[in-house]
């Protein structure tokens, strides 16, 4: 025991030692820094720790009271500026990528629909006296031109130039496909009429306007293809995806086709967003009475406190006591989850009943307004103003009980209230917005997360589902992680049944009750 203690007193009087060489160190640099940096510019950066010279030993808090002096140049940039500058190219990095297709889809649609205009347009401007007339034939062929470009250019319209709903990390590979098809057919046609029509110069008019009407047929089917591949190859379900909130464990389960991974991830967000309620971190703090209590059970060592002779004696029974309580933890979950279920009622019930006489006090009042002079009636904003004190205090104490209160502001309920008063809606139909949490995109886009996901997929985000396909969608606060599993096969077999087999004799006897 002598020994340990000596130990003790020989470890202290050391450190102590180390730290008073440290300090004096520490002084002599920045005295000698402090003569030569006087000279220098003020770009320099010098670290000052606080002067402490009545403590014996470091400060604890050195993180939070260590101050930077720096000064100031012509070159120097703030943090805010740097911020700013990243932000700034982040935007239009987004706005590059989110109007780059349009842009490349307006191109392709203007190169489709220009090709035969000029096919048409060239042999009778650099040729014209040399050109065969074809007379009524010709003019049949420029009216299913004119009409087929007009249904093209609507198919392209409606196909490929709609706006955008999302930015995806990759390029889409089937849109990527039909581009390059579309350019490479209309590049093909290019070359064979420069080789064919333009140098030989051509003179049988009738066959460069079939050569047109080709090329518009042509393009035609491509676009077909561009419906069976972007919007029917999907529609039949193909996989069966589970979908779950990493923070609440909510889940859900949809069916979706043949898509990528990005594909379906996007198809994914817009069921979250339709589908999930809204997130609410609130709920997932635990108590603060268990905390406290959980907290109270466990062990505390002091450090820096010599050794005393009785801390073996108590640790038996602190021991034993973090064991009790971690036994009747349960049993205190029980009451609190109990405790709090009485709440929520008790504060339902009452807001129910002034929901209920608001409602009754305003249907008073209309029939009261049916009598009176145009004058004196009253607004529909103006009466749900006039009642909205009635019921405020109760729902605002239902709220904050069930922790939503941050969900519904105060503009948002009163116009919800003249709402359901300008249609003659119900109580229960006011309610019902505050009773039960709604889906995610029924609220304002403030009281939901940011608008921006991360995609995080050990394959490539480009190659279609498989079955025990798995990838997450992060977003600021949570995650959602999604699981593909096949639908069966399913095989459905016929089962003759002779209708003869269902007859049957009743034979009727005096003795029976029938």
Known sequence: MNVNIEIDVYFELHVKYMSSFCRDRSRERHKASSSKDSSRSERSVVLNPPDSPSQESPDDNWGETTTAVTGTSELSVSQEEVVGLGK??????????????????????LLVAATPLVFLLLPA??????????????????????FKLLILLLAIWALFLRPGRASLPRVDVYRAFLTTLTLLLTMSYWLFYGVRILDAQDEDYHGIVQ????????????????????????????YSVCVMRSTDGETHYYNIGQLSIQRAALSILEYYYRDFPVHNPALL????????KHLAGLKVYNVDAGAQPGNGNQSRPMGAAA????????????????DYDRRVRKRRARLVVAVEEAFTHVRRMKKEDEQATPSDIMDVREAALAVFPSLARALQKYLRTTRRQHCHSMESIQKHLSFCLVNNMSPKAFLE?????????????????????TLVSEASVTTGLKQGTEFLLKCLDFSL?????????????????????HKFLLLLQSETSV
């Not at 239009?92 to 889809?105: D, H, I, K, S």
């Not at 007379?135 to 031109?145: N, T, V």
């Not at 703090?285 to 406290?292: I, L, V």
């Not at 889906?439 to 939901?448: A, D, H, I, K």
């Open 88 to 109: 700034e190219i982040q935007d239009r990095t987004q706005n590059v990528r989110r109007y780059l297709p349009v842009a490349l889809g307006v191109f392709v649609g």
């Open 125 to 146: 401007l650099l040729w014209p006296d040399r050109l065969q007339a074809c007379g009524s034939a010709c003019e049949g062929l420029f009216l299913s031109i004119s």
């Open 211 to 238: 050569f047109a009407v080709s090329l518009v047929d042509s393009q035609l089917f491509v676009h077909y293809l561009a419906v069976v591949l972007l919007e029917l190859r999907h529609l039949q379900p193909c």
């Open 285 to 292: 703090t635990a108590s603060k009475q268990r905390s406290a």
């Open 323 to 338: 064991s009790k309580r971690k036994d009747s933890a349960h049993n205190e979950l029980y009451y609190e989850e109990a």
């Open 433 to 453: 917005t505050y009773l039960s949490p709604g889906p995610t995109l029924q609220y304002g886009r403030e009281r939901w997360m940011a608008d921006q996901w």
């Open 481 to 501: 992680a999604v699981t593909v599993k096949g639908i069966p096969y399913i095989r459905l077999t016929e089962e003759y049944v002779d209708p003869k087999s």
